[in-house]
T-cell receptor, first 116, second 117 residues
Framework: NAGVTQTPKFQVLKTGQSMTLQCAQDMNHEYMSWYRQDPGMGLRLIHYSVGAGITDQGEVPNGYNVSRSTTEDFPLRLLSAAPSQTSVYFC???????????????FGPGTRLLVL | AQTVTQSQPEMSVQEAETVTLSCTYDTSESDYYLFWYKQPPSRQMILVIRQEAYKQQNATENRFSVNFQKAAKSFSLKISDSQLGDAAMYFCAYRRPVHGSASKIIFGSGTRLSIRP
């Protein structure tokens, strides 16, 4: 298993440009999510999905769109990049909890985004 | 709303010594999960240890153990026999039970741990 993969590793954008951050997992996990990490603020949830065709907003969804057409993929789209979106982005996947048993989220390696 | 607070932005420990990282949280739920994640310079997030709130026994994973005080809403991480490879950012995290909704994790702001050789 490759686990959770993210591409690209690093990207520079100009203000107003659009781009898609890719996330894929090969563990057949129902749950996937996107976080952004900024200095001194920990990780903040942007969007999440509990299965193909189902997405919902997290803490900081503005400026980002997501879709979940397959179980494996969960891309994050920036429609019009802004300097405030300069951050490190993490994708995670996990097993939806069943009967109070174990549940673990697996994180990808991250994408560093710089918006000028 | 649930919150997670890590009051120690930075900690330092001598190699082979023991260090404890603090974490407090606020929730009105009675059932939930708590986690400690490690983020080394590679920026990958690595799950260190997990605690279920309904379990009174403190979780342990090799050199890592927690002190879970449910009434005080405290969840500290103890690292014994510290090694140079333990140097990283450590995040405390909370997740409420799923029960038909999504599994959202709330993170603290992190504690940067350095190891002195």
């Amino acid at each position: 298993n490759a686990g959770v993969t993210q591409t690209p590793k690093f990207q520079v954008l100009k203000t107003g440009q659009s781009m898609t951050l890719q996330c894929a997992q090969d563990m057949n996990h129902e749950y996937m999510s996107w976080y952004r990490q900024d200095p001194g603020m920990g990780l903040r949830l942007i969007h999440y999905s509990v299965g193909a065709g189902i997405t919902d907003q997290g803490e900081v969804p503005n400026g980002y769109n997501v879709s979940r057409s397959t179980t494996e993929d969960f891309p994050l789209r920036l429609l019009s990049a802004a300097p405030s979106q300069t951050s490190v982005y993490f994708c995670a996947s996990g097993i939806r909890q069943v009967a109070g048993n174990q549940e673990t989220q697996y994180f990808g390696p991250g994408t560093r985004l710089l918006v000028l | 709303a649930q919150t997670v607070t890590q009051s120690q932005p930075e900690m330092s420990v001598q190699e082979a010594e023991t260090v404890t990282l603090s974490c407090t949280y606020d929730t009105s739920e009675s059932d939930y999960y708590l986690f400690w994640y490690k983020q080394p310079p590679s920026r990958q997030m690595i799950l260190v240890i997990r605690q279920e709130a309904y379990k009174q026994q403190n979780a342990t994973e090799n050199r890592f153990s927690v002190n879970f005080q449910k009434a005080a809403k405290s969840f500290s991480l103890k690292i014994s026999d510290s090694q140079l490879g333990d140097a990283a950012m450590y995040f405390c995290a909370y997740r409420r039970p799923v029960h038909g909704s999504a599994s959202k994790i709330i993170f603290g702001s992190g504690t940067r741990l350095s190891i002195r050789p």
